[in-house]
């Protein structure tokens, strides 16, 4: 054995101290598995399970059996076992290789592994997800989104994934996804490679075409309203193509803490209820296909007017 293998493995001997120190300080340590050393000799972090890393609202875990509990921030979340949003609600869920995927309101998804290539797998149940995936190094080495029309598969990027209706939507916004019908993985002359700034409408027939999408759209002004309840209004120039525009309000740079979002087909939006703080601001606008397009992100302090006491 090499001194370098013998290094890598001393060191996975010792992750999995590290991993439920690290763990343990959200509550989530009893299910942490040990890492391994993969066929490159790299020493591999599991990628289950994931653990709540931001929780803003309601949600719930859906354990194996179908239990649903309430959902709070350091839980974690197994392998067949899922999580569900409500209305107002946006979960950001980190795996155990640093991946994260972040769930937003009205969604649910359940986590697998597939068992030949134990390549970790979130499978779509309802509405959307946003996966900000890790550097993969093999091409069979893949992170995977599971939907009713088919597998898209990753080695790093950051995209999203909506059910809608009959189809699925992706859009890319760094990296690559390579696009497969059906539930399993299939030769790569079959895939259809989906590249950065670019969308697909996946259907379960007729041809897989890429599209570019919009640009982000821009901020141009904002102002507020006085009152019991603070209107903080954003104000976007319009966007040539678009039909509707996207917010959300974060307080990390990461967007893994969203606090509120909005949708418009006005290029004007409006949030209440937030507290003065310095925010980060995303927005993106979606064109006549629905594909939400590329995102402009914006370091905001927002102080609302004070009401006046009469």
Not at 194 to 199: E, I, P, S, Y
């Amino acid at each position: 054995m090499s001194t370098m293998t013998l290094s890598r493995n001393c060191l996975c001997r010792a992750l999995p101290l590290l991993l439920i120190m690290v763990a343990g300080a959200a509550g989530a340590a009893a299910n942490v598995r040990s890492p391994y050393i993969d066929a490159d000799s790299s020493c591999r972090a599991q990628p289950l399970p994931a653990v709540v890393q931001h929780l803003t609202g309601e949600a719930w875990k859906i354990d194996r059996k179908g239990t649903v509990t309430s959902l709070r921030d350091g839980m974690t979340i197994d392998e067949h076992e899922g999580v569900k949003t409500s209305a107002s609600a946006f979960v950001s869920l980190l795996l155990g290789d640093g991946s994260r995927v972040v769930l937003p309101s009205s969604s649910q998804v359940r986590l697998q592994m597939e068992k030949t290539l134990s390549i970790p797998q979130v499978v779509i149940e309802q509405g959307q997800v946003e996966a900000y995936v890790i550097k993969r190094v093999s091409d069979h080495d893949r992170f995977q989104i599971v939907t009713p029309v088919g597998v898209l598969g990753v080695r790093g990027t950051h995209f999203r994934v909506r059910n809608d209706a009959e189809q699925s939507v992706l859009e890319v916004l760094d990296g690559q996804v390579a696009v497969n019908r059906g539930m399993k993985a299939k030769p790569a002359a079959s895939e259809v490679k989906v590249d950065a700034r670019q969308g697909l409408l996946f259907k379960k027939q007729g041809d897989l075409k890429p599209v570019t999408l919009l640009a982000a759209p821009k901020l141009v002004g904002q102002d507020g309203q006085q009152g019991d309840a603070p209107i903080w209004n954003l104000y976007l120039r319009p966007l040539p193509g678009a039909r509707r525009y996207r917010a959300q309000v974060a307080a990390d740079k990461a967007f893994m803490d969203i606090k509120q979002e909005n949708f418009s087909s006005a290029p004007k939006m409006s949030f209440t209820g937030l507290k003065a703080s310095f925010y980060h601001v995303r927005l993106s606008a979606y064109d006549e296909n629905g594909l939400e397009g590329e995102t402009g992100v914006y370091d905001i302090f927002y102080h609302p007017p004070v009401a006046q006491a009469r």
